[in-house]
């Protein structure tokens, strides 16, 4: 997971404007937030998809 942020961060970093006023840490943060609401987005219909009794069953176990 962590080797997919960066590269995609690499990739889209070059996308910005080239002055910037803000440390690197927090350039990279909107990305971060970005590529985590895509995760969320991807991961949701897969989660309404999935019948409660197996995230019961996963808890469980």
Same mark, same amino acid.
């Given at each position: /997971?962590?080797?997919?942020?960066?590269?995609?961060?690499? =990739?889209?970093?070059?996308?910005?404007? *080239?002055?910037?006023?803000?440390? *690197?840490?927090?350039?990279?943060?909107?990305?971060?937030?970005? /590529?985590?609401?895509? @995760?969320?987005?991807? =991961?949701?219909?897969?989660?309404? &998809? &999935?019948?409660?009794?197996?995230?019961?069953?996963?808890? @469980?176990?």
């Amino acid at each position: /997971m962590l080797a997919l942020l960066l590269l995609l961060q690499l =990739t889209l970093l070059p996308l910005l404007p *080239p002055p910037h006023p803000l440390p *690197p840490v927090l350039q990279m943060l909107p990305l971060v937030l970005q /590529m985590l609401l895509l @995760a969320l987005l991807a =991961t949701q219909p897969r989660l309404l &998809k &999935k019948p409660r009794r197996s995230k019961l069953r996963l808890s @469980a176990s």
